[in-house]
Each structure stands twice: as C-alpha cells, then as structure tokens.
C-alpha cells in the first residue's frame, strides 16, 4: 500500500508550530520568563477553541479547582489556567454569537435578571470614569467582563440539556475531590491544627476561605448528581463524597461556611413554602434595623474592643467563644473596615472611589477604637462584605443595583421552581437556588465574587436559573 502524501497546509502547520515551540522554550530559558515556554500550549488551545470551543469550556471548568495565583508584578496577577482560559472563551463567544445570533434565544437575552446584570456591569463602567485611579478601576470591569460573558453567556450555549450539565459536573468533581483529599492528607499531618489551617492550602487555594466556599458550594451539585443515577457504585461513591465534602468544610474552620450549611434546610423550606419575599423583607427590615441602632448618636462605639483583648487563638474552640464575646480579633477586624466604610461613602456617595480602590484608600477613614493587632493589612485583603465593598468603590446607586438584583435572583429561584414540571429541572432549580445561597452567604462575610473558586459558580447557577426559567415557561405553554 502506497501512503498518501502529507497535505502541504497540515505539513507547514506542523513545521510551524515546531519552530515557534523551539523558539519559546530557548526564548524561557535566556530571558528566565518561563512561562514564554507555555506559548506553543497557548496556540493550540486557540485552535481548538475555534475548532470546538466547548470541549475547552469544559476543560475551564476541569481547570478551576487546581488553578493557582501568579503575579507577573507586584501590580499585576492572574490565576493560571483557568483566567487566561476565561479571556480566550470570552473572544470565542464573541465570535461564536456573531456568526451564530440564534444559539442564544432573545428571550435570554431580554429577561430581567440578565438586564439587572448588565446594569450591575454598566454602573461599574461608570464609575470606572469617576474613579480615584481609573486603570485600577478599568482592570477590574474588564475581569467582570469576561467572567460573565464566559460564565453566563457561554453557559448558556454550552449547557442546554441535562447531559450537557452532566458532563460539566464530573469535570469538576474529580479534580475538585483529589485537591481535598490531598488538604485533609496534608492538614492530618499537622494534627488538624487550627493555627495550622492554612499550611496545607497552598499552591491551589489561598488561604482556608477560599478553600471552604468551594467545597461547600459544590456540596449542593453533588445531592442533585446522587439523583441521576440507580443504585450503584457511582451512587454510592457520590453519597460518600457529601460526607467527605462536610468533614472538609468542618476541618477547614470557616464560620462562614459552617453557618451556609446550616442555613441550607429553612432556605428549602422557605423556597418551597413560597415565603422568599417576606423573608427578603424581614432581612431588609431586621438589617435596616440594626444599621439604625448602631449609627444613633454613635452607639457601635460602645461595642469598641481593647486593643489588648483582642486575639487571635490556637485552637478552634475558643475562637468561636471569642467571636460571640466580641474579642476575636477576625470579626473585630471586620467591624473595623466596615465602620471606615461608613465614613468613605459620606464623601463619594454617588459614584464612590471606583472599582479596585478600596485598599489604597480606606486606611485613612478607619477609628483608631476598633483597631487590631492585623490592621497592618500585609495580605491586601479589602472589605470582607462585598455589599460594603460596592458601597465604598459603586456609591449607593452602585450598592442598590446589586441588592436589586439579588432580590430578584431569589424571587425568580422560587418562581422558576413551583413553574417547572420536569423532576431533573425541578432538582436542578433547587440546586441553584441553593447554590447562589451560599454564595450570599459567603459574600456577606468576604468578597469574592470576581474569584474564580466562587465567581465561577456563582454566574454558572445565575446563568442556569435563566435558562431554567425561560424552559419552564415554554413548557408550560405548551401544556396549556
């Protein structure tokens, strides 16, 4: 048998992308900027995107658990894969709905919650305008970018069907449950030590947080995947890993998580009770309240710790007692930030100091009463409430768009499950609406929606629950 000649395109492809390889690695090597030598990688990822732009979607997904944080300057970071994998769909799926206008139905396009994102974008653009350091402020609209158009956009015509969920569940899955399986290995071989706690989190997570709100914000995925399947090992082995997930959270100390699952049971029960909009309510009027309380004539002053009684503690059980005696130096360091906050909005109330700018500028608004012993700030960290956040960065109008759309997330997660007649949607409503939960929760006590161990699945589920509720809608139609 005569072989076929090589085709002359494929065979100076090939040349091509030999040489440029050579070229980047010797070009890593002289200039000791390794990464260079990931350019041959990048190129066929390119390809492949153009070629089959979903099976890198779901390689993102398979990326997100283990990508780290890298900082080519003091000034400039990234998390690699998965963010540069994000940049790459996002041109992708620019491209694609451009060829393609009908892959996304008008109706996603103009439902209320995607136009509600899109204000929360837009005031963001404004702002970036206003800002005290404008590139700051462009940098972080341009990352909101990208994580919804790759996270709700391209979800959307990536993930139509029950299988197509499926598929991005086990990408997931086995890469998220291998990094906690090596934490708890590691963590084990320090006693499970709580001043300990984020020895074993390096290179994958930065710190026990980041850690935590990833598993427990998968645990919901996991009860939803035990019901595709009879009894059988894949059941079994799904079951067992809700167990391994919940030790996870509990070895990991994070009060936030802890107080997430916790919540999980009355948030159903509310959810199926349709009570979502006096229970929005109450938290607006109870928060409201407490707000009002402590801002008349001054009164959170009288909750000013001493410096000296504030600590941070070796063991877990006394940094829970602590936190509820008001000395743990974590939840006073907290108050700390969010009263310096108080004070930053009187002067930018409109438009605030632009996305990004809160680190550079809160320190000069801070009292003295509520300092601790890490007001130093050496991590970098910002508000830890990222309702704050946008209060000091968006202004009010910034701050109200978002509550807005979260009111709206929560009264469309319950419309969208009492609509829905299939079981599979059903499940995958309430999974959702469960999901998007934890994230609140979370974000009540950090800020890490623009993070890619929570930002991701945050708009996934934003952007399942349009889809959702848009197929409800039209199969109810069709029933009546």
Not at 45 to 68: E, H, M
Not at 190 to 208: A, E, L, Q, T, Y
Request: glycine share 4%.
């Amino acid at each position: 048998m005569i072989a076929a000649p090589i085709q002359r395109w494929p065979l100076l492809s090939f040349i091509g992308l030999a040489l440029i390889s050579t070229l980047s690695v010797l070009m890593a090597f002289k200039t000791e900027m390794y990464y260079i030598g990931l350019l041959p990688f990048a190129i066929l990822l390119v390809l492949l995107g153009v070629n089959n732009f979903k099976s890198l979607y779901y390689l993102l997904l398979f990326t997100i658990p283990f990508s780290i944080e890298y900082s080519f300057t003091p000034s400039l970071a990234t998390d690699l894969p998965d963010e540069p994998l994000m940049i790459g769909l996002m041109f992708v799926s620019f491209v694609y709905l451009f060829q393609n206008p009908k892959s996304l139905p008008r109706a996603y396009l103009t439902h209320p919650l995607f136009l509600l994102l899109l204000l929360h974008l837009f005031w963001t653009l404004i702002t970036s305008f206003t800002s005290v350091t404008p590139l700051v402020s462009f940098k972080i609209f341009f990352s909101k970018v990208w994580y919804v158009t790759t996270f709700v956009v391209l979800s959307a015509v990536v993930l139509k069907t029950q299988e197509d969920v499926k598929r991005a569940f086990w990408c997931i899955y086995v890469p998220l449950t291998i990094l906690i399986i090596q934490v708890i290995i590691r963590h084990a071989l320090v006693g499970f030590s709580f001043d300990d706690i984020n020895k074993p989190m390096p290179p994958f997570f930065r710190n026990h947080v980041n850690y935590a709100a990833i598993v427990a914000l998968f645990i919901p995925f996991i009860w939803m995947a035990r019901g595709w399947y009879k009894p059988s090992f894949t059941k079994k082995l799904l079951t067992a890993s809700i167990v391994l997930y919940v030790v996870a959270i509990y070895l990991s100390y994070t009060r936030t998580c802890y107080l997430a699952l916790l919540l999980i049971p009355p948030f159903v029960w509310i959810l199926k009770n349709r009570l979502i909009k006096p229970a929005l309510l109450a938290a607006f009027v109870l928060l409201m309240g407490m707000v009002s309380f402590l801002m008349y004539e001054n009164k959170f002053m009288d909750f000013a710790p001493e410096f000296e009684q504030t600590t941070m503690h070796d063991e877990f059980g006394d940094h829970l007692s602590s936190t509820f005696e008001g000395k743990d130096v974590s939840s006073m360091e907290r108050v700390y930030r969010w009263i310096a906050i108080a004070q930053m909005w009187k002067d930018k109330p409109i438009f605030g100091f632009g996305a990004g700018n809160f680190y550079p500028n809160y320190m000069s608004y801070t009292i003295l009463s509520f300092e601790t012993y890490v007001s130093d700030n050496e991590e970098r960290s910002t508000a830890h409430n990222y309702f704050l956040l946008l209060l000091a960065e968006q202004g009010v109008p910034g701050v109200l768009f978002f509550i807005l759309l979260t009111a709206a997330i929560f009264i469309w997660c319950e419309k969208t499950y009492h609509r829905t007649i299939d079981f599979l949607d059903k499940r995958l409503v309430m999974t959702v609406a469960v999901v998007l939960m934890i994230s609140y929760v979370n974000l009540m006590l950090s800020d890490l929606l623009e993070s890619d161990k929570l930002g991701s699945f945050f708009f996934i589920s934003f952007s399942l629950l349009i889809a959702l509720d848009i197929r409800s809608r039209s199969l109810k139609a069709q029933t009546q």
